[in-house]
């Protein structure tokens, strides 16, 4: 008990590890290796200094391993929800794989893009623009009755103006349609006024782009004017290859400006749906879709007017018609996607 006793004060004055076992001349204090083997040696021979639980227990009571073991829970536990969410997504990715109304979505829009582009070797890319508004209004019937969304009173005004445009729009369009060959449409890209609307169009491309990452994020009009843009770049380019083929067919494709329209086609679509995502990803998709669909059927109105001079020979019955079915359906987009909750 005397040597236990003296353990005990030796080791407390030396400041030694748990239960170190002191010397006279204290040349165990430099050496803790050898004095913490000495005090577990002496320990198990005379008896516990320090109960091996009181050291578990400061060291379950430390706030520096409490901090790490939080941690790793934390870390587990995202780890796990990660793991969950990659299994959600690769369980909806593979289910609506399967969906055949996901299947039957898909043939629809393919049948609907092909019949956009013979639409337009037939008619004015001027008329054809505005008349995607039927694409919104069936959305807008198909949803509630697939989905089961909200039909309001509003939406069904909207549909009733939306429609009412389509059909004045239709109505103003001129009884004949001129086809452009490949010459035809070289002669019309070389002319004075197109060049002039290009150079003013890409100059108006160039400072929206700067200006989409600094100020894009303050106002909705910098990402969807470069989505009008780069739309009324896709309709033209869509119209000339369209025309070319329903004029010549296969002889279409012995000339370059068909390679040429094709390269436009398919960047500017690309560019389209790069700034509509964005423009998405900063605001509201009510305020994004009818300010998409007024400013790209304005951009190819005009485009398609400088291009292929679709008002060329239009009449003042005509150009009444065409503006209040643009205006009419402008409204009805209006009414249509505004007013939902967020």
Not at 230 to 258: D, I, N, R
């Amino acid at each position: 008990m005397k040597n236990a006793a003296s353990a005990r004060a030796d080791g407390g004055r030396g400041g030694g590890g748990y239960g170190a076992a002191g010397t006279p001349n204290g040349s165990d204090r430099s050496l803790p290796g050898r004095r913490n083997g000495a005090g577990r040696q002496q320990q198990r021979h005379q008896g516990p200094l320090v109960d091996d639980d009181t050291d578990d227990d400061a060291q379950e009571t430390d706030p520096l391993t409490q901090s790490f073991r939080s941690g790793d829970s934390r870390w587990t536990t995202e780890c796990s929800d990660d793991e969950d969410d990659d299994r959600k997504e690769e369980a909806t990715s593979s289910s609506y794989l399967k969906d055949p109304y996901w299947w039957l979505g898909q043939v629809l829009i393919t049948v609907g893009e092909m019949g956009n582009f013979l639409a337009y070797g037939f008619a004015p890319a001027s008329i054809v623009s505005p008349l995607g508004v039927v694409a919104l209004v069936s959305n807008c019937i198909i949803a509630p009755i697939f989905f089961k969304e909200i039909f309001r009173r509003r939406d069904f005004f909207g549909v009733v103006i939306a429609v009412a445009g389509a059909v004045i729009i239709v109505l103003s369009a001129k009884q004949e349609e001129i086809k452009l060959g490949p010459h035809e449409v070289w002669d019309a890209i070389t002319t004075m006024e197109f060049e002039i609307y290009m150079g003013i169009s890409c100059a108006l491309i160039v400072l929206l782009m700067w200006a989409s990452p600094k100020y894009g994020n303050r106002t909705i009009l910098i990402d969807l004017g470069l989505v009008g843009l780069f739309g009324g770049y896709t309709a033209l380019a869509t119209k000339g290859v369209s025309s070319m083929l329903s004029s010549t067919l296969l002889g279409a494709f012995t000339t370059p400006v068909t390679y040429v329209l094709l390269f436009v086609l398919l960047s500017t679509a690309v560019m389209q749906v790069r700034y509509v995502n964005k423009a998405l990803q900063r605001f509201d998709s009510t305020q994004v879709i009818p300010i998409q669909f007024v400013l790209f059927t304005l951009s190819v109105i005009i485009g398609s007017a400088v291009l292929y001079r679709d008002f060329e020979r239009t009449t003042g019955e005509q150009a009444v018609k065409f503006i209040g079915g643009c205006l009419f359906t402008f409204f009805g987009v209006f009414l249509i996607t505004s007013g939902r909750p967020r």
